[in-house]
């Protein structure tokens, strides 16, 4: 390497947050987190000290949204990631309605929309599929639903019990994706 550069790398996080929002039990999050590459780079001054990677996530629960016994659960994002032979920038958000049905049996109904964009891509031919399945350059709209019925003892070490599932999630064009698709995964 060139003796006239060295790197280091200096990380940080911030989250603030509060509970019981108007005295409703509600609650509103932000958290972020930062990297930066600090250069000593006596060749060109100007690539001293850039962000590398950071990821912003905002959210907000609402129980007992829209005059139900469902909780609404609101996160958006951005974020931006350095890896060795890439770079990513995605931003996001996610709605989530959910609701306990009987004690044992719980719903929920997901909206996501995102949207990632690869960049500085140093990658070999056989690791872009694995690089374009982790990382889906295109805009997704995708509602999904979930039915779960737990009867399980302890959710950590049952002794007796079942735990079903059912998860399902749709992709169209008409609701903003590039893409179209259906995909379903049952648990048992």
Do not use: C
Not at 51 to 60: C, H, K, L, M, N
Not at 93 to 109: D, I, N, Q, Y
Not at 149 to 172: M, Q
């Amino acid at each position: 390497g060139n003796p006239a550069v060295t790197m280091g790398y200096v990380r940080g996080f911030f989250e603030i947050g509060r509970r019981n929002l108007w005295g409703k039990n509600r609650s509103i999050n932000l958290y972020s987190r930062l990297s930066v590459r600090q250069s000593d780079n006596v060749a060109d001054p100007s690539q001293s000290g850039h962000f590398d990677e950071y990821r912003v996530v905002g959210s907000y629960r609402e129980p007992r949204a829209l005059g139900t016994n469902a909780d609404l659960l609101v996160n958006g994002f951005l974020e931006q990631g350095v890896r060795t032979s890439f770079n990513f920038f995605r931003k996001g958000v996610t709605a989530e309605f959910s609701k306990a049905l009987t004690p044992r049996v719980r719903f929920a109904f997901r909206y996501n929309f995102g949207y990632t964009k690869v960049f500085d891509e140093r990658l070999d031919p056989q690791d872009q599929l694995l690089i374009d399945r982790l990382f889906p350059q295109v805009r997704l709209s995708i509602f999904s639903g979930s039915l779960v019925r737990d009867t399980r003892d302890d959710a950590i070490d049952p002794a007796k019990g079942r735990l079903l599932s059912v998860d399902g999630e749709v992709a169209a064009r008409r609701v903003g994706s590039q893409v179209g698709f259906v995909k379903t995964f049952l648990q048992a």
